[in-house]
C-alpha cells in the first residue's frame, strides 16, 4: 500500500469530469445493474448527509473491502495548497454502513446528482458491490471504491501526515477533522463504531 511520509503531497490539479463524461459514467455504471430496485451503499459521509431520498433502510456489510482515510482532497476537504483527506473503500477485511433502496421515481435524476458528488474527478470507481443486510438477505448495492493506481490515492499515511491533515485542512466543505467526527459520532449512534478511525481521531486529532 503507497505512504506518504511528508506534508504537503506533491499532487497534480484535480481535473474535472465534463458532464459528458459524468453521463458516460453513470451509464455504464447503470448498464450492469441487477433487475430490480436499486440500492446504495453508504459507508462515510452518505450516512449523515445523505444524497437521494431512500425508501428502505437496511444495515449492512460489504465483505472485500475495508473503510479507510485513503483519499487526498483538494476541494472538498481541502486544498491543492493544503490537501484533506476523505474516506474511500479499499481491498480487503469488510465494512459496515448502510444499504439505501433508492426510489424508481426521479432515479434518473438522483443518480446525476450522486454522480456530480462522488465523481467529480473519478476518483473512485463505481462497483455493484455485494452486501449482506440484517436478517442475512444478500443484495447487490452500488458503491464507490478507491483506485489506488491514482496520484490522488493517500493510501496508509504516518501519524505525523495525519496530525497536520488534521490541524490544518479545511476545504469548500469543511475540515478533514470535522468530517471524520462527524463519520465517527454517526457510526457510533448507530451502534457500528470504526475503531481505527476513531482510534486515528484521538491520536491525531486533538
Known sequence: MTTHAAYPPELSPPVKLTPGQLQASL???????????????????????PECPAVEVQRARVHGYHRGLYLW????RGT???????L???????CAGFAYRLPDEGLDEHLEALWQREMPDAAYRP???????????????????????????????PDSVLSQVFADA?????????????????????????RKLESALARCGC
Open 27 to 49: 451509464a455504464a455504471t447503470m448498464a450492469t445493474r441487477d433487475a430490480g430496485p436499486v440500492w446504495l451503499f453508504a459507508y462515510g459521509s452518505l450516512i449523515w448527509r
Open 73 to 76: 482532497s483538494q476541494l472538498h
Open 80 to 86: 491543492p495548497e493544503c490537501p484533506g483527506l476523505v
Open 88 to 94: 474511500g473503500l479499499d481491498r480487503g477485511g469488510s
Open 127 to 157: 462497483t455493484w458491490l455485494h452486501c449482506r443486510v440484517d436478517g442475512g438477505q444478500r443484495i447487490r448495492a452500488l458503491g464507490f471504491v478507491l483506485q489506488r493506481e491514482l496520484p490522488c490515492y493517500a493510501g496508509t499515511l
Open 170 to 194: 479545511h476545504g469548500q466543505f469543511g475540515s478533514t477533522r470535522d468530517y471524520v467526527q462527524q463519520t465517527v459520532n454517526a457510526l457510533r449512534a448507530h451502534a457500528m463504531p470504526d
